[in-house]
């Protein structure tokens, strides 16, 4: 299996829990094997300007270190709280390819339709953030939907940790990722290459 080190971090107790700050590097992370690297960052927060200049450093340092950077960002925060999610998802995309990560996680909101202009306005592969708990059906259907809109996979955590069985629902999601294909919302000249599934996380 391939090994992602997320190095940002932060905890519900600070008096900004989002503020995501950096707790490693790339060349500690090469050092103890990791394949690629993981930060988070948190679009419109009050601590942005430092949590985008903690990505683009990360991104610098493992393009110098040969590792992929994958870049969570969230629009979340005081400053996107009047936005369309359609708008700030479009910004963070394009924050993403500005900086120069390689993978971008971004949530999956709003329809198919949403993502799908999303996914042609970005070079870069993306992947849908797996989003709150919820029932084996809904979870069926978004893994469906995210597909159908073009993104390469999805990053998903507590519904794969918190399910009664990790490895069966793993192997579900699988099936249901490779067995969705592009729909014909998206613009032909991307679609003639389809994404190969993804599960990250």
Known sequence: MSVIAHVSASTRYAADPSFKYQVGDAEDCLRRGADAI????????????????????????????????????????????????????????????????????????GSVQDMVQVVNSCPLPILAAGGAKVSDKELGNFASDVMQSGARGIAMGRNIFLAPDPGARVREIRKILQSNTLSDLRQPARALTPPSPLLAK
């Open 38 to 109: 993981s930060v988070h960052v948190n679009m419109g927060s009050n601590t942005e300007d430092l949590q985008i200049r903690m990505m683009a450093e990360m991104a610098d340092a493992c393009d110098r270190a040969g590792l992929p950077l994958l870049a969570m960002i969230y629009p979340r925060g005081p400053g996107v709280k009047d936005h369309p999610p359609l708008e700030t998802l479009l910004h963070a995309a394009s924050l993403a390819v500005d900086v120069g990560v390689d993978i971008v996680k971004l949530p999956f909101s």
